[in-house]
Structure formats: C-alpha cells, structure tokens
C-alpha cells in the first residue's frame, strides 16, 4: 500500500510542476486557478511522501518521488509543452527509469 501511495504523491509531484509550466502561459484570474492547483498538488504531494515513508526507508522514497516526478514532468514537457525529444534527453530518462525500478528491486 506505501508504494501505492508514493507512485500517486509522484504522480501529484508532476501535476504540480505542470501547474508551474501553465502559470507561464497565462494571466489574471486563470493564473490565479493554475497557482492554486500548484499548492493543492504539492500538498496532496508532500502529504502522501510523509505518509509512504512511514513504512518505506527514506532514501529509496525520497529517490523514487523525485524520479516519478522528473520522468513524468519530462515527459509532460515533451508531450504538452512541446519540449525537445532529444536522444540525450530520453536516454537518461530511460536511465533514471531504470534506476527507479533497481532501487524498488533492492528495498525491502
């Protein structure tokens, strides 16, 4: 159930950082919705981090909700902000996806 909740605080953490990326975009009133979901995600984030390291060792939590949330925004960028897709770009993606899964691998 802790990893469960760590992949949605994950999920959550690129939520957040796409609020940031759409607050760029926009002005007024609907700048204003787009910084409210931001805290919103990072607290609905933050407080599922908390709660998943309760059982899990800090480290591979840590490491994993930083890389969920890196991949993911990465991959948000590419698709929705129409970032590059470079070689580069995707192949430490592809490392640091591989390196999520080894540390779940590795932890008890």
């Known amino acids: 159930m802790n990893w469960i909740l760590l992949i949605i605080a994950g ?3 690129v939520a957040f950082a796409a609020c940031l990326g759409k607050v760029k975009e926009t002005t007024g009133t609907e ?3 787009w910084y409210i979901g931001f805290v919103v995600c990072l607290a609905i984030s933050m407080i599922l981090l908390v709660k998943s390291t309760q059982e899990l060792p800090i ?3 840590y490491a994993v909700w930083t ?3 890196a991949v993911g925004t990465v991959l ?3 698709f929705v902000f ?4 470079t070689f580069w770009r995707l192949f430490f993606i592809t490392t640091l ?3 999520i899964v080894g540390l779940k691998v590795v932890s008890h």
């Open 82 to 85: 129409k970032e590059p897709a």
């Open 67 to 69: 890389g969920i949330g």
């Open 31 to 33: 700048m204003m919705y």
């Open 97 to 99: 996806i591989a390196s």
């Open 11 to 13: 999920f959550f953490e």
């Open 76 to 78: 948000f960028g590419i």
């Open 59 to 61: 480290g591979t939590a």
